[in-house]
């Protein structure tokens, strides 16, 4: 039996989860605060954390934070406004996914199924079998989840280091939003392609500390990105 935990403070909310996980075959386990959240985690092991961000006694940060501590267990944030630092801060703390509410409970169990589905795949080989691709001085490890630059790691969320991953596995390729979000996330977006944009300004933020005059990540203006081999 899967287990899937359902935390939020608002009883409308889970109820209607809930109802929604035992639809998909799954077991739900339901948490009214941070506290109860992280300890139904740890004694049930969930396969898919479904966390609101605003709850008593510790908030979804935290909880995810303290579950990234010990586990890479998807967990998809949920959180009642959609600012770009709320999303940000989700992403930095490990966070695989987030919602804005209001929200549509189908989409929820999409987003569900597409982390499931990730998990179920032994790694993420390219067709010739590789797992680790280095071009000039940046490395990326997909079985070891680790990226490098002048051979020092750089710190990465697992989605962070899947777009370079996808990217550079497929030089001068050009991937729309879409592309990234149905490669990467695993399913159709809804037409929220921003957070396409907030990891690519973050993976930036991180590589260009180091000078990387063999490669670059472009953008292609009203298209998408690319990974593109600068010619010397």
């Not at 933020?205 to 472009?218: R, T």
């Amino acid at each position: 039996m899967q287990y899937i935990l359902v935390a939020d403070d608002n009883p409308d909310i889970t109820d209607v989860l809930e109802n929604y996980v035992k639809k998909e075959g799954y077991e739900p386990i339901i948490a009214g605060d941070g506290e109860e959240a992280l300890n139904k985690f740890f004694e049930y092991k969930p396969s898919v954390v479904l966390l609101d961000v605003m709850m008593p006694k510790m908030d979804g940060y935290e909880v995810c934070r303290r579950i990234r501590e010990k586990s890479d267990v998807p967990v998809i944030l949920v959180t009642a406004r959609g600012e770009d630092f709320e999303r940000i801060m989700g992403l930095d703390i490990g966070a695989d996914d987030y919602i804005v509410k209001p929200f549509s409970p189908s989409e929820v169990m999409a987003r569900v199924r597409a982390v499931l589905r990730r998990m179920s795949k032994n790694d993420r080989a390219d067709e010739g079998g590789r797992t680790r691709i280095t071009i000039g001085n940046l490395t990326v490890d997909i079985k070891e989840y680790a990226l490098y630059m002048n051979n020092e790691q750089v710190s990465m969320t697992k989605k962070e280091l899947e777009t370079v991953w996808t990217l550079m596995n497929n030089p001068e390729k050009l991937f729309t939003r879409d592309n990234l979000l149905n490669s990467i996330w695993g399913y159709d977006y809804y037409g929220e392609t921003r957070t396409v944009d907030t990891h690519i300004k973050r993976i930036r933020g991180k590589l260009d500390a180091y000078d990387h005059p063999d490669w670059d990540i472009k953008t292609v203006w009203g298209a998408g990105y690319k990974f593109v081999i600068n010619k010397s």
